[in-house]
């Protein structure tokens, strides 16, 4: 097992993490542009002139379809990969954190558990992540 690091946030009342190999920056979240269509993304920011899709994550749906406005304490995550950049809407962050990763875990699913405290803590799988750019949102 590899111990990495992890930004532990909580979003829907539920703890996540994501590994911060691929944070880029976390910033007060602000108006969207809303998608129509949603497929998973709640919206679009123009991000230093570039178009980004913003997602709202839920540890239950993965992708959370909320109506709700956004809130003044939220905050965006901000991820990068070297082919893209998306959007993270989470409610608060919590800490850096090293997680104990089984990388035999880690499959094609949107996230995988890893142990946090005195419990368990979903992992955001960022494979998985961006590969919905280039492939078609599944629907949860």
């Given amino acids: 097992m590899a111990e990495e690091q992890y930004l532990i946030f909580k979003s829907h009342g539920s703890n996540s993490a994501v590994s911060i190999e691929f944070v880029d920056r976390v910033v007060h979240a602000s108006a969207i542009i809303e998608n129509p269509n949603r497929q ?28 709700e406005p956004i809130k003044p304490e939220q905050k965006f995550i901000i991820l990068s990969s070297p082919r ?3 959007i993270l809407l989470i409610d608060e962050i919590i800490e850096i954190d090293s997680l104990e990763v089984n990388q035999r875990s880690i499959e094609e699913g949107p996230y995988f558990l890893s142990s946090y405290r005195n419990g368990m803590i979903k992992v955001i799988n960022h494979n998985w992540l961006f590969g919905l750019q280039d492939h078609e949102l599944r629907v949860f």
């Fill in 84 to 86: 893209l950049k998306l």
């Fill in 40 to 67: 998973g993304r709640i919206g679009f920011i123009n991000l230093a002139g570039e178009v980004t899709p913003v997602y709202d994550i839920d540890t239950e749906q993965i992708f959370h379809h909320s109506q």
